[in-house]
Structures are given as structure tokens and as C-alpha cells.
């Protein structure tokens, strides 16, 4: 006769040598998970990747942000953070424009340009262009981190849990000079033309100017240093050149015209529903807007001054 108690005993046994024969069974593989490697093996896994990139560039809610603590608008939201940085509910737990997190993109950057040559997946034409895209989405993202805070640290590998991570900030000359040589080489790398929201070499060409006025102006060159100056008027002049772009010629009609303009150079695309914004409700007069609009209304300053 078999007692309960013996099987219990039993089962527990049983169940103790499958765990002991297994010792990953808390740590089972994800059959249907893309696995890091995956992605190096897939070229259409690598373009994913460079294309998450894009979604680094900031859209337009927080373009909004910057209008409406200038003296160009006012926003209607009284807990929106626009009116949250007026009132002075700002500091350094609650930063509506904290740029940080910029980090996470530039790992993701670093790792690509850490991988991508060794992709044997990938067609020479393809490599050469991505790399264009990223270096020129990296020199974005630091920029953006530099004309916030000044010289930040300059991470261009990939870092792991045995690396130094607390790295020290590098001068503003050093960021200055980093972004401009990034630029430099998404240049040599970019096509003339690509898709629709795409990095282009007029795209870099036209950030690397905007980069060198930024660095020649009397907030960066307090000696006023004509040699930036002179940099900075030669990068937009080479742009220029290019005969790619121009002025619209009714700025009534600017945003309203659906597609691509002359003055487009470089823009953040947007496809509903998976990527969107509510400019057309933002746009609307406060009269109109029912406290669900009225984002960037016009002060009547700015409507005075361009007429």
C-alpha cells in the first residue's frame, strides 16, 4: 500500500532532478524574441534600427514648449509646461526641457557604428549610408545636449557595467569641434537625395552651418574670434550653393501646402496613427479653442510687428 505521504515524496523528488538537470529554467530563450545578433544578420533589421533613430529628433509638442516661454505665444493649458516654466515651477526634479535622457539615443548610436562594419549582411552602398545617417543623427543629439548645458562628456563607444562610468565633461570647445568633424563625415557618407524624412548631405551640410553660427556667436566667442565667424558664413554659403533650396514665395501659403517645400531642408515626418501631432488644434484662435486648443496663440505684439 502506497501512502500519501510517499507521494508526495515522491513528486517533490521528481521535481528537484528536473530542476537540477536544468539549470536555466528560470531562464528560458524567447523563441519568437529578435535577439541582438538577429539584428547584425538582417540588413532590413539593421534600416529598423537606424530608423528608430529618427524618432530621437523632437516633434512638436516640444517645439511648442520653446515658443511659449519666448515672447512669441502663449499657451492656453494652465498646468501645461510652458505656463509650468512661467510660474516658476521649475527645477531640478521638474524640468519640462531636461535633455539627459539624449544618452539612451547616443548609446544606440554608438552601438550601431560599433556593429555595423562588421554586418556582413549589408551591401557596401547601404553601410556607407547609414553610417552618414547616424553620425549625423549623433551630432544632432549632441548638439542639442551642448546649447543646454555647455560642454558635456563626449561618449562615442559603446560602454559596459566594467567601464569608468562616471565620465567627465569635455570643454565647449571639444563638443564644438566633435559635432563639426561628425558632421564632416555624415557629409562624405550622405546621398544628394533619399526617402522622405531621410538624412541627405544638404541635411548635414545645413546643421553644420547652423552648428558654426551657433559657435560664432557672442554667447560661445566671447573674443569674437572672425575666424569662426568666417567658418560659419563658408558652411552656409556651401549649402546655398547647392541650389537645392529656397525661400517660398507666399508665406500665407507655407503651411498650408501638404508635401515637401523649397525651404524644406531637414524635418521630423509624421504618419497617423503611429506618429502624430495636434498642431492644426494648436494653431487655433483661443476664442475657438475651448480650452482644448489655443497652444500657440499669437501674442498681439508679434501680429503688430509683422504686419
Known sequence: MISRTSVKIYLWSLILLCCSCNKNFLDPANPGAITDDDVWKDQNLIEMYVNGLYNSRPGYDYLNTLDNITDEARNNYPNYDPNRILVGQWDQVSNPMDNWGTY??????????ARIDGATAVDEAS???????????????????VIRYGGVPIIDKPQSLDDDLEVSRNTLDECFDFIDKELDAAIADLPADAARGKATKGAAMALKGRVALFYASPFYNKANDNGRWKKAADACKAVIDLHKYSLYPDLNKLWLEKGLNPE???????????????CDSGLK??????????QLSPLQELVDASR
Request: aromatic share 12%.
Open 104 to 113: 539612451a539615443s547616443i548609446r544606440s548610436a554608438n552601438e550601431f557604428l
Open 127 to 145: 553601410r556607407q549610408r547609414m553610417k552618414g545617417e547616424v553620425r549625423f543623427l549623433r551630432a544632432f543629439l549632441y548638439f542639442d545636449l
Open 264 to 278: 524644406s531642408i531637414f524635418e521630423v515626418q509624421y504618419k497617423l496613427p503611429e506618429k502624430q501631432h495636434g
Open 285 to 294: 484662435r483661443l476664442a475657438l479653442a475651448n480650452n482644448n486648443a489655443g
